[in-house]
């Protein structure tokens, strides 16, 4: 006999991720802090291992984003082995990495944060979600994001091997060649993904931009920092996901800093805080002044809008023109406003899009030549790539042979770290005023740290599959005055 | 669709991360005791499982739980309307079970009439380990001939 069980999420769960709210002695915001249940020993556990076998390895690390490390350590190992893949090679990684962004964004729009919009923010919380999008915007949206999906996760696939953990990368190259057959397929999805795309940013405009009300939230000063923002670029300053420059802005839009991947420790280092096992990455020649925005503060931002903001363009032409009008309507650039990361997903997922099909016209990209062999021996490697949650950066080090000396990763969401302390904070400071807790306090916090689209998957994969979000407003003693729970 | 047998043994969780992966571990040694049986294992939640699901009448899910109320390696089993309840929401990068399962009805083809879940009780699943806590790994034999018996009276 097998005992049944019930489950409660919140207290009987170890390590869900958590929001502390502190009040100051007046009842008002002090800081909030944003906390994820903290991952040991990976360093430990690569050490000792062959440094080729990341790319197999670090997409196990969690099965949000397995795409992103699997690139970041493929690239990493170019670096390391000083040796650079055959052009063919290249367009077939960039043509798999923009299914993959496509892939994921969609996902988060449709089924995460866009329901925040296209159902309501005032919506109760059991409709925010797909099926509320559904019933809103129609049966067939639902059959439409399946379908582009599933075509997009099979040009995974074919190119990675498998779709959970690709196994396609090497140094110097990838381990498959792409038929003409294949390259046909690609190209007819990567249409139908442009279609799908601008139908997206169609009903973004529809349902959210054509609501003042929506309108004034995304630019209101809630949702507002001024901070810096990084992101990767190609040779003419466009936004580019899978290799490039990395390039900074301030907060006034202007280059601060471009670098190649291999410099990024002379440009972020990171700030530990007695209550986070997570560091916050902030910029080293700016500084860190805590949990603040403005040109003295070292922190920045990463993901959609920090990619757009960061370049000066796209490098296809339909994402160019939402560009071009979405800073228009958001007043110019850089924009600030945290919940445009939503729209800025968006003119991401068709620049992607377009990408794909630009790669699959390519007729070149099915040359046998796929493979640079490395001759060279080990020492040490950096690779980054833009994921769908932010910069991503990979780092190790070998003995001759290629053993795992030492690791280093910064994952996407940790560069987003101190932003989105900061930016629960300010929702939260709008909503309590002196001890008064009011209602829809949740909600807005949840809108300003969904934005980012923060992945804490790792640590999500007991029973019951996915963090529940909990605040906890505290006193000036940090006794808790509130809890409030969304599982249920 | 097509020639996939009747039932689906599908243990989730991270190959990596200590006891999170026993559902994986579980899955692979009953697949090594009875072949024929189809097992897939999968490092996500969400759509993904559901992608796994489709054209079976049965789906056996095995994965990890943490109450700390059971002894580790304890073999839990979680009613369907246990997990809708505690989870009806999605709130990080990914959907819920119970919506993502909705979908493949309302979407996908065929979805299993009946899903059945084990839930082992773990430890850790916070350490980067390709090995499971002793208690939880000394369990892993006898729990898939358990799950086994109830299963199929194997």
């Known amino acids: 006999m097998v005992r049944k069980i019930s489950i409660d999420p919140i207290t009987r769960l170890e390590g869900h991720g958590k929001i502390e709210i502190f009040l100051d002695d007046k009842g008002n915001v ?20 062959a440094a080729e076998e990341m790319p197999r390895i670090t997409p196990k690390i969690c099965g949000v984003c397995p795409t992103a490390h699997h690139m970041a350590a493929t690239k990493t190992l170019d670096n390391l082995y000083r040796v650079e893949p055959t052009e063919t090679a290249k367009k077939i990684r960039e043509l798999m990495y923009n299914a993959f962004m ?38 067939d949206i639902g059959k439409q994001v399946i379908g582009i999906r599933k075509k997009m996760r099979d040009i995974i696939t074919t190119i990675g091997g498998r779709v959970i953990h690709p196994v396609c990368g090497l140094p110097g190259g990838v381990s498959k060649k792409i038929t003409e ?29 054509s609501n003042d009300e929506y309108v004034k939230l995304i630019t209101g000063h809630i949702y507002q ?12 300053n466009k936004v580019n996901f899978y290799d490039g420059d990395i390039r900074v802005v301030d907060p006034d839009g202007k280059e601060f800093a471009k670098f190649k991947p ?16 997570m560091k916050f990455p902030f910029l080293k020649k700016v500084g860190w002044k805590g949990f603040v925005d403005g040109k003295n503060s070292g922190v920045f931002r990463v993901a959609p809008i920090a990619r757009l903001n960061v370049s000066d363009g796209m490098a296809t032409p339909l994402a160019q023109k939402q560009y071009e009008r979405m800073f228009k309507v958001l007043g110019g650039k850089p924009s600030h406003h945290t919940l445009a990361y939503h729209w800025a997903r968006l003119v991401e ?77 300010k929702a939260a400071e709008n909503l309590i005023k002196n001890g008064k807790v009011t209602d829809g306090v949740l909600n807005m916090v949840e809108m300003a740290f969904r934005a980012y689209d923060p992945c804490l998957a790792c640590a999500t994969h007991s029973l019951p599959g996915q963090m529940p979000l909990i605040v906890t407003i505290r006193d000036d003693k940090g006794a808790p005055i509130e809890v409030l729970r969304r599982d249920r | 669709m097509n020639a996939k047998g009747s039932t689906l043994i599908l243990g989730i969780g991270n190959p990596i991360l200590s006891d999170d992966a026993v559902g994986i571990r579980i899955t692979e040694e009953i697949k090594e005791l009875y072949p024929d049986v ?36 304890t073999l839990l089993e979680i009613p369907m309307e246990e997990l809708s309840k505690a989870v009806n929401i999605s709130t990080f990068h990914n959907l819920n079970f119970p919506t993502a399962l909705e979908l493949g009805k309302r979407y996908l083809g ?18 980067f380990s390709d090995e499971c806590t002793s208690e939880v790994e000394d369990s892993i034999k006898s729990n898939a001939k358990k799950i086994m018996e109830i299963e199929f009276h194997a």
């Not at chain 2, 299993?112 to 430890?123: G, H, L």
């Open chain 1, 30 to 49: 002090k800081q909030a802090y944003f906390q994820v249940p903290e991952l040991r020993g990976f360093e430990v556990f690569s050490l000792g291992r």
């Open chain 1, 102 to 139: 496509f892939e994921d964004h969609t996902l988060h729009f449709f089924f995460l944060g866009g329901p925040d919009f296209v159902v309501g923010p005032d919506a109760p919380a059991g409709d925010r979600n797909i099926l509320g999008v559904i019933d809103k915007v129609g049966l």
């Open chain 1, 181 to 209: 057959e294949e390259r046909l397929e690609m190209l007819q999805v990567g249409k139908d993904g442009v279609e799908f795309a601008q139908f997206a940013l169609k009903i973004f405009d529809d349902i959210v931009l």
């Open chain 1, 225 to 236: 920092h001024n901070t810096y923002y990084m992101g990767m670029v190609d040779k003419d």
């Open chain 1, 262 to 277: 291999e410099d990024y420790r002379d440009h972020i280092a990171e700030h530990v805080e007695p209550w986070s096992y």
């Open chain 1, 349 to 425: 997922v068709l620049y992607a899009a377009e990408r794909i099909v630009e790669l699959a016209s390519d007729e070149t990209i099915t040359s046998d030549d796929i493979m640079n062999i490395p001759t060279n021996t080990p020492v040490e490697g950096v690779g980054i790539v833009e994921a769908p949650r932010g910069t991503l950066i990979h780092h190790y080090n070998t003995d001759k042979r290629g053993v795992l000396t030492q690791t280093n990763l910064i994952v996407a969401t940790v560069n987003n770290a101190a932003a989105i302390c900061m930016s629960v904070s």
């Open chain 2, 38 to 73: 189809d097992t897939e294992v999968a490092s996500t939640s969400g759509m993904e499982l559901v992608d796994c699901m489709e054209g079976y009448d049965r789906v056996i899910i095995i994965d990890s739980v943490k109450t700390g109320e059971h002894p580790p390696g």
């Open chain 2, 110 to 127: 065929k979805m299993p009439e009946k899903i059945t879940i084990y839930a082992i009780e773990i430890t850790d699943n916070v350490t």
